[in-house]
């Protein structure tokens, strides 16, 4: 197979753990007889500075060209002085995943056994660590209705964002969900606010209709987005595939994140209904974290999210499961051996982002 792949490194962090995540990428394809092509792209403040947009033309042009994105980060404390809409974040990575249509927003919170010390959680409450994932609506809900902020006839402001879902935006990513589950312990938890929301009580009915007639096999549960927040923290390992709309998603997906050690070891995938050459999902993939500026440019960044974002693009992009399995391991490998960054170091001698490179590049 012939692997084309667009990458944009991003920010601060963002160019160092892709600095390692490629070379783990062109070993992994080597090994197995595929080719790659890849061209890297200045995304986020980068594209700013270089470019004068965050998203540059050229970048966008180079993604449409790809199978895949493979993205890194951006944003951070040199550009938060621009108005909002300009901010790198704001002005790329939400166009990007509205002009890709990436609706699903897949996060693997897996906490290893090796790291549970690293889990501000017990270790009596997670004995056998946390295998979840999360599924979050990525292009509707809050984010994406109308907003307005307007000053009143009596001088008072007022400001409103609207949450709109559609039916069949709801059944788009109930798919998703229906298949990660399958291929997991089959069981979904639906997160909303029912008691409340009228967008949840559709959420709950289509669902919950959609399971019903076409994944009977699969196990169906609701809780309330304030019980989900308690219980992700006090059993987490209670869920198996957690499906949300985006706002809910974006807060619980960071609270999952927390639970299982470090952002610095969850990646993440954003997937839409576009295929790519080898007929799967277009996706982009990136680590859950951000531009982390504050440990930027002192070889401290945990590359790990960043290699594991390489494995779910090889899995959903390519069907590539074996290589995707292969770079798991490697880095479970290096993290069990006791190799490890500062954020997941519990205090032990950490080794810097280079040197972690290296030993998951060993084990693969
Ligand atoms: P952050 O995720 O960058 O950092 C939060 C904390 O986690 C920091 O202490 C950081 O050092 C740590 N951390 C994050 N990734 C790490 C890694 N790989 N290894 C070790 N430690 C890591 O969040 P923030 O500080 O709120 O945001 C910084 C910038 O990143 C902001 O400009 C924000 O807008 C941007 N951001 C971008 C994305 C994205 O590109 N998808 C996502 C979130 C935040």
């Known amino acids: 197979m012939h692997l084309k792949i667009a990458i944009l490194p991003g920010d601060y962090i963002g160019p160092e753990v892709m600095a390692v995540a490629i070379p783990v990428l062109e070993n992994v394809l080597k090994k197995s007889g595929h080719t790659l092509e890849y061209s890297v792209h200045d995304v986020g403040g980068a594209g700013i500075d270089n470019h ?73 409450r997670i004995p056998n660590g946390v295998d979840m994932v999360c599924i979050r609506e990525l292009t509707g809900g809050l984010y994406f209705g109308a907003k307005s902020t307007t000053t009143l006839a009596d001088g008072d402001i007022e400001a409103i964002d609207t949450m709109v879902y559609r039916k069949s935006e709801i059944e788009r990513i109930t798919d998703v969900a229906i298949a990660t589950a399958r291929a997991r312990r089959k069981h979904i938890t639906l997160v909303d606010k029912a008691n409340v929301l009228e967008t949840s009580v559709l959420w709950r009915k289509v669902v919950g209709d959609r399971i019903k007639a076409t994944a009977p096999d699969i196990t169906l549960a609701f809780i309330y987005i304030d019980n989900a927040a308690m219980q992700m923290v006090l059993k987490p390992g209670q869920f198996d595939v957690v499906l949300t709309e985006n706002m809910f998603g974006d807060i619980l997906s960071d609270e999952m994140a927390v639970v299982c050690g470090s952002l610095g070891m969850m990646a993440s995938a954003s997937l839409g209904m576009d295929i790519n050459r080898h007929g799967k999902g277009y996706g982009l993939y990136e680590p859950s974290g951000g531009t982390a500026p504050d440990i930027a440019g002192q070889d401290k960044a945990n590359p790990c999210a960043q290699v594991l974002s390489v494995a779910l693009m090889l899995r959903h992009s390519f069907g590539l499961e074996a290589e995707a399995k292969a770079i798991e391991l490697a880095v479970e490998k290096t993290v069990a051996d006791g190799i490890r960054t500062a954020d997941i170091a519990g205090g032990a001698k950490a080794v810097g982002t280079k040197a972690m490179g290296q030993a998951i590049l060993a084990r693969l």
Do not use: M, Y
Not at 57 to 67: F, G, I, P, Q, Y
Not at 91 to 98: D, H
């Open 52 to 124: 004068g947009k965050a998203l540059p033309d050229s970048t966008l042009e180079a993604c449409r060209a790809a199978d895949a994105i493979l993205f890194g980060s951006v944003g951070g404390p040199k550009w938060e002085k621009l108005p909002p809409k300009e901010q790198p974040e704001r002005a790329s990575l939400l166009p990007l995943r509205k002009h890709f249509r990436l609706f699903a927003n897949v996060r693997p919170g897996l906490l290893l056994k090796n790291l549970i010390e690293t889990s501000p959680i017990r270790p009596d």
